[in-house]
C-alpha cells in the first residue's frame, strides 16, 4: 500500500472561490449581505477529483491521499476570526464530503480557524468536530498566522500548549503548514513555505516541547524545508545551544515527508534522516505542477524518486505506508477496519 500523506484540495469547483470572494468583498463593503457557502453537487466535486487527484492517484500508483483544503487558500491573515472560522467550517465540511465520495482513495486532515492575535484555544472546537464528527485524522497547524510576518510566538511556547493538550487526547498529528504569504519579500511556496518549514524545526531545538508533550507528533513538509540539507549545522546548533543530540530532543515526534522534487535531494534526505522519520509525500496538483524537461517526468511524482531509491522492499514499505500508520493512528485503525 502507498499512502501520500500530503495532498490539498487545490481544484475545488468554482463555487468555493466565490464563497471566498464574497467573503472578502465584504470586507471592503460592510453593508454587502453576508457571504455564503455556494451550492457545489457531488457531481461538481466528482468531475474536480476524477480528473485531477484520482487521475494521478492510479497514474502514479499510489492507493490513499491524505487530504486537507489548499494550503495557500487558508488565508488566516484575511478579516478576522468569524471569517477564518466560517472559511474553515466550509473547506473542511467540503473536505469530508470528498472522502464520503471515495473513502477508498482519501481520508481527511482539516483545516483550522487560526488568525492573528487570536488564542490557539479558539480552533480547538473545529478539530474536535473534525476528529470526533467527521472521522479526520490529523490536522494543519499554522505557525504564522500573520501570512509571512511571523507575529506569533514560537511552537515552543506555552501559547500553543492548550491545543496541544487537544491533540495529544484525541491521539492526531500534525502538519505544519502555512498559507499564503502577504510580505512581498517571501513568494508563497519558493520561500515562505520552506522558511516556515526550517523555521519549525529551530524552534523545536531550542525548546523543550517534547519533554512536557512526549506522544505529541508533527510533520514537516516539503521535505523539512533546509533542515536535512543542513543537518550538520542543526546538530552544531543543538550542541552549542547545550540541547540533547537532535535524534533523541526532537526526532522522536517529528517526521518530514519526500515533497522534494528531484532524485538528488530524496537521495539525500534518505541518506541523512532516518527511515521511520520519513513519510510519503508528494502534493500533487500543487506548488510545482510542471514537467522536468530533463526527466521528462512531473517534478511532484515523487513515488518515482523513492522507487529509484537503493533501500531494501521492508525500507520502501515503511516510507510508503508504515510509518504514516503509525504517526496517523486514527487512518490506521480505518484501515485496519477495512481489512488493510
Not at 45 to 67: A, C, P, V, W
Not at 87 to 104: C, F, G, H, Q, S
Not at 116 to 140: H, K, M, Q, T, Y
Amino acid at each position: 500500500m502507498i499512502i501520500d500523506c500530503h495532498g490539498h484540495y487545490t481544484t475545488a469547483p468554482a463555487a468555493h472561490q466565490k464563497f471566498r470572494d464574497a467573503q472578502i468583498a465584504g470586507l471592503k463593503d460592510p453593508t454587502a449581505p453576508p457571504a455564503k457557502p455556494g451550492a457545489i453537487s457531488d457531481d461538481e466535486i466528482r468531475e474536480t477529483i476524477e480528473k485531477n487527484q484520482l487521475r494521478l492517484q492510479r497514474e502514479r500508483g499510489s492507493d490513499l491521499t491524505l487530504f486537507s483544503p489548499r494550503a495557500s487558500a487558508m488565508g488566516h491573515h484575511i478579516g478576522n476570526a468569524a471569517i477564518s472560522s466560517a472559511w474553515t467550517r466550509a473547506n473542511n465540511d467540503l473536505i469530508k464530503r470528498v472522502v464520503d465520495l471515495y473513502p477508498e482513495n482519501f481520508a481527511a486532515v482539516c483545516q483550522l480557524p487560526q488568525s492573528p492575535g487570536v488564542p490557539i484555544a479558539n480552533s480547538i472546537a473545529e478539530l474536535e468536530r473534525c476528529v470526533r464528527e467527521l472521522d479526520f485524522v490529523g490536522c494543519n497547524l499554522n505557525p504564522d498566522p500573520s501570512g509571512g510576518h511571523w507575529t506569533s510566538p514560537p511552537l515552543t511556547d506555552r501559547h500553543w500548549y492548550p491545543f496541544y493538550e487537544k491533540m495529544v487526547e484525541l491521539d492526531v498529528p500534525a502538519m505544519i503548514h502555512v498559507s499564503a504569504s502577504c510580505n512581498p519579500n517571501f513568494h508563497a511556496t519558493g520561500a515562505h513555505y520552506i522558511n516556515a518549514d526550517t523555521t519549525a524545526f529551530m524552534q523545536f531545538i531550542e525548546g523543550d516541547l517534547f519533554r512536557d508533550f512526549p506522544t505529541l507528533r508533527f510533520i514537516i513538509p516539503h521535505g523539512g524545508g533546509a533542515v536535512p540539507y543542513h543537518w550538520g549545522r542543526y546538530r552544531g546548533l543543538a550542541d552549542m545551544l547545550k540541547r540533547p543530540p537532535l535524534e533523541e530532543h526532537v526526532m522522536k515526534n517529528v517526521f518530514f515527508d519526500t515533497c522534494v522534487y528531484h532524485q538528488p535531494g530524496i537521495d539525500l534526505l534518505v541518506r541523512v534522516i532516518d527511515i521511520d522519520n520519513i513519510l510519503f509525500g508528494s502534493e500533487m496538483v500543487g506548488a510545482v505542477r510542471g514537467i522536468d524537461p530533463r526527466t521528462g517526468h512531473y517534478f511532484d511524482d515523487t513515488r518515482r524518486y523513492v522507487d529509484a531509491l537503493a533501500l531494501s522492499a521492508a525500507d520502501k514499505a515503511r516510507i510508503f505506508a508504515r510509518n504514516a500508520r503509525r504517526v496517523f493512528p486514527r487512518l490506521n485503525a480505518q484501515l485496519e477496519a477495512r481489512g488493510l
